[in-house]
């Protein structure tokens, strides 16, 4: 049986450009806590300016989302463009963290049903792809529970320094197309 004081709900939804400093602080905690683990470097990201911000949460080929607790944000995600792709059809996901407090219980699942689900109303995309460092176990579960495919593995040298495989997945969405996928918050409850 459930009641109110057992039941804690979490949320992923789309962010706004006007919640672009609560996004800041949350990647930048991310780039402190985990320096290995992401592309970005934080000592150039603290740095800056509004904008910049402001393009990284919603753009027209960036869109990210926040993971809250209540009203507190603690992780985020997002998805964006390959600007590699000439087509523009093919989308990357990008940037997840979750506070430490929060893992282990199955909240990445939100933050892959949420961009997903963008993914497949974007008129443009037909294919997902989602990398991440080979020793990043939780990562790779949480992309095979969501049905990417292994692709291929790149040497890359890390902003901490160290040198691993960058390991490649992908998902094709074509099929999602044809059904509709609001892209509306994504909510998990979760009983204690």
């Known amino acids: 049986m459930t009641n109110a004081s057992a ?3 979490f949320v992923c939804r789309p962010l706004e450009r006007d919640e672009w ?7 930048l905690e991310a780039l402190q806590k985990e320096p290995g683990v992401f592309g970005g470097i934080l000592d150039i990201e603290k740095n800056q300016p509004q904008d910049y911000w402001e ?4 753009s027209g080929k960036t869109r990210c989302f926040g993971l809250f607790h209540g009203d ?3 992780g985020c995600t997002g998805i964006v463009t390959d600007r ?3 087509t523009g059809t093919t989308a990357l996901l990008i940037a997840s963290y979750i506070q430490e407090a929060h893992r282990g219980r199955g909240l990445s699942g939100l933050l892959y049903k949420a961009r997903l689900a963008y993914a497949a109303n974007h008129p443009d995309w037909t294919r997902v792809i989602v990398s991440h460092r080979r020793s990043n176990e939780q990562s790779r579960r949480a992309n095979q529970n969501h049905g990417f495919v292994h692709t291929h593995d790149e040497p890359k ?3 901490d320094g160290m040198t691993e495989d960058n390991v490649f997945y992908t998902l094709d969405i ?3 197309k044809t059904r509709p996928h609001p892209a509306v918050a994504i909510k998990k409850t979760l009983t204690t």
Do not use: E, L, N, Y
């Open 21 to 27: 400093q609560s996004f800041k602080a949350i990647r």
């Open 72 to 74: 507190a944000m603690i």
């Open 84 to 86: 590699t792709d000439a």
């Open 157 to 159: 040298t890390w902003p």
């Open 174 to 176: 074509t099929d999602r």
């Open 55 to 58: 393009d990284w949460v919603h």
């Open 7 to 9: 039941t804690k709900d």
